[in-house]
């Protein structure tokens, strides 16, 4: 099993986290992610609460 430092995570482990706007203020909750191969893309929710992925 891989060991992290304190300021790394599983990219699995950031599902369910708060997403919050410039302010602090939380807009949505972090609910899926794809890898491709280049780069992660995560799905933060849209302003209706649908997921951003397509």
Not at 13 to 40: P, S, W
């Amino acid at each position: 099993m891989d060991v992290l430092s304190a300021d790394e995570y599983f990219i699995a482990n950031l599902i369910g986290i708060g997403i919050l706007d410039e302010n602090g203020e939380e807009i949505g909750i972090l609910k899926d992610f794809m890898q491709t191969g280049a780069n992660d893309k995560y799905d933060p929710p849209n302003l209706e609460g649908r997921s951003t992925l397509q």
